[in-house]
């Protein structure tokens, strides 16, 4: 198994980057991943009132896949994620689905102790890791890691956990693969702009699916679900990319017609805000899943 640390990390998904490991289809990884803002909150002292010097979303890599070419695709299967023993959650002034009541910065830092995360000294509850940030770079300009788009990102998406395939497009030689942004817990939505933000570790197998092009990612989660994904700053956009591509991928898997696609979509699907934290100013991300079982 190769193992990256997090002194390898890029704060873009970018063909610019040189790879800083490469590795045969197949191959497991173990990324040693930052959170959000790159270490440097570590008390509640520390607060979101300034930039980060270098920006936020780091992402561990870039991984060169051998042989992965434009048209391909990867399957990145996610078979552990190991979070640091504490994070952090953080409120910033005017940021958020609340903006017009936060109306100051606010850090709490949280301990980890065997999967129990313990909010306050009557508050607990247990810990649910998923990876915001999952991608490969784009054919074109590279796109900044705190961003989402057909080429992955930051998808904030918690069906991207423990079990879960990755499916996501090979647009450049190699793919140049970055996971990042690990967060202990985020409800659906991140209102706030800020998830339960820690260090991780996380361990991926990644295969190349020769010849399989997709225009976006999409997720087969461990228990057998089909999930696509959407993201646009307008809410409406969003949610509808998200559904095409379910609609799309029915057609696909099962010899559908549209109508008998959306029909199936509209019975059986589930449709869910991942992210919305900024409408309008920055993307909502979405999904929809479907438990392909349920067809007989």
Not at 83 to 88: E, K, T
Not at 93 to 99: C, H, I, N, T
Not at 208 to 222: K, V
């Amino acid at each position: 198994m190769h193992r990256l640390t997090r002194d390898h990390i890029v704060y873009s998904l970018d063909k610019a980057h040189p790879p800083v490991l490469t590795i045969d289809p197949g191959e497991t990884v173990c990324l040693e991943t930052y959170d959000a803002r790159t270490g440097t909150i570590q008390s509640d002292a520390d607060l979101l009132d300034h930039p980060h010097p270098k920006g936020a979303n780091p992402a561990t890599g870039p991984i060169f896949v051998r042989g992965a070419a434009p048209g391909d695709s990867l399957a990145v299967t996610i078979l552990k994620i190991d979070l640091a023993d504490r994070g952090f959650l953080a409120i910033k002034k005017g940021v958020g689905l609340l903006a017009h009541r936060a109306d100051r910065y606010a850090t709490k830092m949280i301990a980890i102790r065997d999967g129990i995360a313990h909010f306050n000294d009557r508050i607990r509850f247990p810990v649910r890791p998923m990876i915001g940030v999952i991608g490969t770079a784009p054919a074109g300009a590279g796109l900044h890691t705190g961003h989402p788009g057909p080429h992955g990102g930051n998808m904030d998406n918690n069906e991207i956990k423990v079990g879960a395939r990755v499916h996501l497009p090979v647009a450049v030689p190699g793919a140049l693969l970055g996971i990042g942004d690990v967060h202990a817990s985020m409800g659906d939505g991140e209102i706030s702009m800020i998830g339960f933000e820690i260090c991780a570790e996380v361990t991926a197998r990644v295969d190349l699916l020769r010849g399989e092009t997709i225009p976006r990612p999409w997720i087969e989660t461990a228990d057998g679900r089909w999930v696509t994904t959407g993201d646009d700053p307008d809410p409406e956009a969003a949610m509808r990319i998200a559904c095409d591509e379910m609609v799309t991928l029915l057609q696909r898997r099962f010899g559908l017609s549209f109508e008998d696609a959306y029909m199936l979509v509209t019975a059986r699907g589930d449709l869910t805000i991942c992210q919305a934290c900024q409408p309008g100013s920055f993307p909502v991300t979405t999904r929809v899943s479907f438990d392909p079982t349920c067809v007989t």
